[in-house]
């Protein structure tokens, strides 16, 4: 992600920040030209510092504190254009559901940014009622239910499990399932794969350079998951895929290796706005000198970014290892699935 600073006092900010720490200057973030921008209130309307022609109000999530971006005052539109893809939130009249969801909406509105950052085509419901893209963020049923939430993808409408914002029971559903991270973001970047999956691949008569990248999916989607949910993965997934749930189904292996791609160009984006630049200062077999002096969602090739990944996660990696946290991306890419992440950024590319 890119680097904010406040127009008012310069301070460096985050993008989710809704107030500058400094100068108490209220937040709000532009999509159109990705700034997070300093407000001032003129009448009844909010002047933006980094674009004070045209006045702009606030998503109306922003009074549930749920959403720091803006909308212009002369649009008809109450949401802004990351929020007008829900379609269902879970009842705030209880205080967890609503520390749930807005911590959902901070992993939500980091994958719009990057969505927005390649310009991919994000048509919602009301512009497309049978296939837009739509969010039903859903609360758990009372205890004893039948019926569970799953977070999934069905032809446009993403759900996700409002429990996926509770850390407690996210860590219990990783550990069980053998992963070896588990966020918010990688769902969300995860779930919008299987979406573009259908836009960009499905719908645009690419199965046959997918089907040659990623196998045939059509082979029983259903079979396939039971049987990687009885058996595990091959024994060689790591030569074949980015992760081991990505080997369950050509979808699946898609999926992961969308998320993987927004994951390594946001992170690459980021180390690039603070200047990184790795030099390991010892003598290493292969060079790990790296340094991301270019725009990593512009970039010529997938090589490009690769390069300079591969360098960053080690440093980042030892980083975390030194406070004791877990690796920061604990993956690591075969030749494969760089060929995948490959066949994504031609995708985001070129369609
Ligand atoms: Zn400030
Ligand atoms: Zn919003």
């Known amino acids: 992600m890119k680097l904010f600073k406040c127009q008012a006092c310069g301070q460096l900010l985050y993008f989710e920040n809704t107030r500058c720490e400094r100068c108490g200057h209220r937040l709000g973030y532009l999509p159109k030209t990705f700034a997070l921008t300093a407000m001032e209130l003129e009448g009844d309307a909010w002047r933006a510092l980094a674009s004070p022609r045209e006045p702009y109000r606030f998503c109306a999530n922003a009074e549930l504190d749920a959403c720091n971006w803006l909308v212009p005052a002369a649009s008809e539109e109450r949401y802004c254009c990351a929020c007008r893809h829900n379609r269902t939130i879970p009842a705030l009249d209880q205080e967890q559901n609503l520390r749930a969801w807005r911590k959902l909406e901070l992993a939500k509105h980091r ?10 085509p994000l048509a919602n419901r009301i512009d497309d009622p049978e296939h837009g893209l739509a969010f039903d963020f859903l609360a758990a049923p009372p205890a004893g239910a039948a019926a569970k939430v799953v977070t999934g993808h069905h032809n446009g409408l993403i759900t996700i499990a409002a429990d996926e914002a509770d850390d407690a029971s996210r860590e219990r559903a990783r550990q069980e399932m053998g992963e070896t991270y588990r966020t918010p973001l990688g769902h969300f970047r995860h779930e919008i794969g299987h979406y ?20 045939d999916e059509r082979m029983d989607y259903a079979q396939a998951l039971e049987s990687y949910y009885a058996k595990g993965p091959p024994a060689d997934w790591q030569n074949r895929f980015v992760s081991t749930y990505a080997s369950a189904h050509p979808w699946e292996d898609f999926a992961e290796t969308w998320a993987h791609y927004l994951h390594v160009v946001d992170t690459l984006e980021t180390a690039g706005a603070f200047g990184l630049r790795i030099a390991p200062r010892i003598d290493v077999a292969e060079s790990l000198d790296a340094e991301v002096d270019f725009d990593p969602y512009r970039a010529g090739d997938i090589e490009r970014l690769v390069e300079a990944w591969l360098p960053l996660t080690f440093a980042v990696n030892s980083l975390n290892r030194s406070v004791g946290q877990p690796d920061l991306y604990p993956f690591i890419l075969s030749s494969a699935a760089i060929a995948k992440l490959g066949f994504v950024h031609d995708l985001v590319h070129r369609r």
């Open 111 to 120: 994958l719009f940014y990057g969505l927005l950052r390649f310009r991919l």
């Open 196 to 215: 573009f999956w259908t836009r960009l691949i499905a719908d645009k008569g690419r199965l046959d350079a997918f089907r040659a990248c990623f196998g």
